[in-house]
């Protein structure tokens, strides 16, 4: 295990999926971290699992007066902080001809707009030598039926990743992208029948060049990886996608 004790760091959707595996890496090498989400229960859930370094914060990353107490709070807890991810995010799939206004709004309210805000609220808390690390995904550069809107908003936050690094390099901040494919965090069998989902799967797998699903530690450390580790890497959005948008 990376000793990370003297680091601290903040992720938002930090309760579940592939954002609780990010701060379990990070707090089982001793840094600090704070984890938002909007459920408490997931929230309070994550906390007791994480033990004392984690700092659970409710909150919505798409409401900016939620950003501001995270912000606030984060800086009362924590001070500064060394790494920032930016991993709060939604996903619907919906055909174009069937996409609503209220869907549309939700995935570009949390994926783009929340990210956006969430690096300017806490970017002045960020160290020199920090890194921020936006979670994108695969299908941003793929043509995907069905995730139109969220891909979009996912090749938005990519544009992101390029921007954000050019403003921050001179604090020092690197900024990249860690774009995940296939990964299994059981929100397949929380939606359908285990069936059904045992039926997707298999259609994923065959799809993958490695054959399988990723699973959320992998994401993990290639997202440390690139908050801390990658000292000269800045811009980039870095696949962990089994080889999905690679060969």
Avoid: C, W
Avoid at 84 to 97: D, H
Avoid at 196 to 225: H, L, S
């Amino acid at each position: 295990m990376v000793d990370r004790s003297t680091k601290s760091a903040v992720i938002t959707g930090g309760a579940s999926g592939m954002g609780f595996s990010m701060a379990e890496l990070l707090v089982h090498g001793g840094a600090r971290v704070a984890i938002t989400g909007r459920s408490q229960a997931s929230l309070d859930a994550a906390q007791e699992r994480l033990g004392d370094n984690a700092v659970p914060i409710r909150g919505d990353v798409s409401s900016l007066e939620d950003l501001d107490g995270l912000a606030e709070r984060v800086k009362r807890e924590l001070g500064t902080i060394d790494g920032l991810f930016v991993n709060a995010g939604v996903a619907r799939s919906v055909l174009l001809e069937s996409m609503t206004e209220e869907a549309y709004d939700e995935q570009f309210d949390v994926n783009v707009k929340g990210a956006y805000f969430t690096v300017q609220k806490l970017a002045p808390l960020l160290n020199p030598g920090a890194g921020v690390v936006l979670t994108t995904s695969a299908a941003n550069v793929m043509g995907m039926p069905a995730v139109s809107a969220y891909a979009a908003g996912k090749a938005a936050m990519r544009s992101m990743a390029r921007t954000f690094a050019a403003e921050l390099l001179p604090r020092g901040i690197r900024v990249n992208a860690i774009s995940p494919g296939p990964v299994d965090t059981g929100i397949l069998e929380k939606g359908m029948s285990q069936q059904e989902a045992d039926r997707i799967k298999a259609r994923v797998m065959a799809d993958n060049p490695m054959g399988r699903f990723g699973n959320p530690d992998e994401i993990a450390t290639a997202a440390a990886f690139l908050a801390f580790d990658a000292t000269f890497t800045t811009g980039v959005e870095l696949p962990v996608d089994g080889g999905l948008t690679q060969l």
